[in-house]
């Protein structure tokens, strides 16, 4: 049976915002603060916007699809700078995934996702937007909100960052 673009996509994306709500809870114990100044390096966007790009490019990327546009941020709010507004936007891109079912996406292949930033427009495919635009931002930003907290000494492990795995039962 051929993969579909529902098992190629949304079950990844619930597995690794697991991981990034388990970094936030471990963070947060941990008593990091200043959350709105945290980043791995200068030049870089800090831990608000990591955040709501993972969002932005799971829950968000589907909800573009719907619409055939996804501009930077994905439509959402920057969210707070605590760990409640994080955790609070992550379970909100969970359970949003979590309502889509394999036949709705299965629905879009074919169709046309186009990103939009100023005056560039990308035209996709919408599989392919999902799974050669999205997919490869989502899990950077993951690894951003991973990472900036293992800077700044959170013990967390790779299995933090991969969340639960899916394993036979």
Known sequence: MPLSLH?????????IIGGCLGALAK?????????????????????????????????GAIAAVRVGQFSPGGGLPMPNSDYASFTAMLNEADAALAAVTEAELEGFIGGQTDFV???????FKSEDFLLSFSQPNFYFH???VYGIFRNK???????????R?????
């Open 7 to 15: 098992a190629a996509f949304v079950p990844s994306c619930r597995q």
């Open 153 to 163: 000494g959170v013990a967390l492990g790779k299995m933090d960052f991969m969340g």
């Open 27 to 59: 963070a947060e114990a941990a008593g990091i603060g200043d959350l709105a100044e945290q980043k791995l390096a200068p030049d870089m966007f800090p831990l608000a916007f990591q955040v709501q790009s993972v969002a932005a490019h799971s829950a």
């Open 165 to 169: 795995p899916r394993m036979a039962m």
């Open 142 to 144: 993951a690894s951003m």
């Open 117 to 123: 930033f100023r005056e560039r427009r990308m035209p």
